[in-house]
């Protein structure tokens, strides 16, 4: 729906946003902020970057530079981000980041004047972090929660201040329906003040392009079978995991298209590519490539996934709830993301000849016509509207 109730101004709060170093981190956060310009609205987006993030950026701003939209100011202040390796005491680092960052936000939005419609904080430590200048200045908040694992969102700020915080929102968005039911059985009062809005693409820049001039462009082999692999570079995503499922398929390249710690990237004759790029480069990357992996053990609803399924690949996936929400095996093959034999199955599954591979790439493309941005930004918009006028 489009129309006047769309013009509206918002603070966008987020703990990911794009940068020279991490081009690709956090950019559908960016992509449903551009969705409400679109829409008509104006953003003030508040991001804090850590140090370490800025010294990053700092070496890398010659090589990446990461697009901002007209419609968007953007406020990126510094905080001390504290590793939970350097203390003894369970989440304690986690905490105190969470702390810092707050203290950002809080600083930051004091910046911010003249009328704001809504603030929209994604991930549960930008709403802890904003919603208090959300009261002071009677401006309607909306959460939307994405989390990996909700559990251990609320295993680290306690299980009463996580429900306070929820509670205290005009309303909360779940982009799975786990994270609705656990949010649910947590606040069962929320009501109609928590929906299920899932995660979405934008199929304008993420549509199938000709594999092989997509591979021209990126230097890539011409003949020859590639797998994609988009994320972090750490154990829960599995990237280690998916390089040791290639080196089993005689053949098979891999492009790993992240970040993260050495020990967790991938290396070797079979890698074509282990590196992040921004992400108006990914669909190249994807439309190279003949099929899609992410054995991951947690997510909330993944991003990526919806990317790959909009470029119209096969998937390989976790068979976990939070796949099977939204997936079927028409397009997916659901693998123990533990197993490195079952990984390699699902990829010989999905590669086992060119008349499966289009068929699964055929329905990939259909289901993610149900998963568009624009779709997304109305549920928002719509959403935000109808807890307003409940209010």
């Excluded at 129309?3 to 081009?23: D, F, N």
């Excluded at 988009?230 to 053949?251: D, N, T, W, Y």
């Excluded at 992240?258 to 992400?279: D, H, I, K």
Aim: proline share 5%; hydrophobic share 40%; net charge positive.
């Amino acid at each position: 729906m489009r129309g006047e109730k769309e013009k509206v101004r918002i603070v966008g709060v987020t703990p990911i946003y794009p940068s020279a170093s991490r081009p690709s981190y956090g950019a559908f956060v960016k992509n449903i902020f551009e969705g409400m310009v679109t829409a008509g609205g104006t953003v003030t987006v508040v991001s804090p970057v850590s140090w370490v993030q800025f010294a990053g950026d700092a070496i890398n701003r010659t090589k990446t530079e990461v697009p901002v939209a007209q419609g968007i100011t953007t406020y990126r202040p510094l905080y001390t981000s504290v590793s939970a390796r350097l203390l003894p005491w369970g989440d304690l680092g986690m905490k105190l980041t969470s702390v810092l960052f707050g203290r950002e936000v809080r600083r930051t939005l004091m910046k911010v004047t003249g009328n704001v419609d809504f603030a929209y904080a994604h991930f549960f430590t930008a709403g802890a972090a904003c919603i208090d200048w959300c009261e002071d200045n009677q401006v309607d908040s909306i959460l939307a929660l994405g989390e990996s694992n909700i559990a251990d969102v609320e295993k680290l700020h306690g299980a009463r201040s996580f429900r306070t915080v929820l509670e205290r929102f005009s309303g909360v968005i779940a982009v799975s329906k786990s994270i609705e039911d656990f949010c649910r059985r947590c606040s069962p009062t929320l009501g109609e003040r928590l929906s299920y809005i899932p995660n979405a693409v934008n199929t304008d820049v993420f549509r199938p392009r000709l594999k092989r001039d997509c591979r021209d462009r990126l230097g890539l082999p011409v003949e020859g079978r590639i797998a994609v692999f988009v994320g972090h570079f750490l154990q829960r995503k599995g990237s280690l995991r998916v390089l040791e499922a290639i080196e089993k398929i005689p053949g098979l390249k891999g492009i790993f298209l992240g970040s993260g710690s050495s020990a967790q990237t991938p290396r070797g004759p079979s890698v074509l590519r282990a590196a992040p790029v921004v992400n108006e480069d990914m669909p190249l990357w994807l439309c190279a490539s003949d099929v899609f992996v992410l054995p991951s053990l947690a997510e909330g609803m993944s991003n990526a996934v919806l990317e790959a399924m909009a470029c119209g690949l096969p998937l390989v996936v976790s068979d976990r709830t939070f796949n099977r929400e939204f997936l079927a095996e028409d397009c997916a093959a659901f693998v123990d993301p533990e197993s490195v034999e079952s990984i390699a199955e699902g990829l010989r599954r999905c590669l086992r000849d060119e008349k499966t591979n289009r068929r699964m790439a055929k329905a990939a493309l259909v289901r993610s016509e149900a998963f568009t941005i624009a779709g997304r930004i109305d549920a928002i918009l719509e959403f935000y509207h109808r807890v307003r006028r409940c209010r």
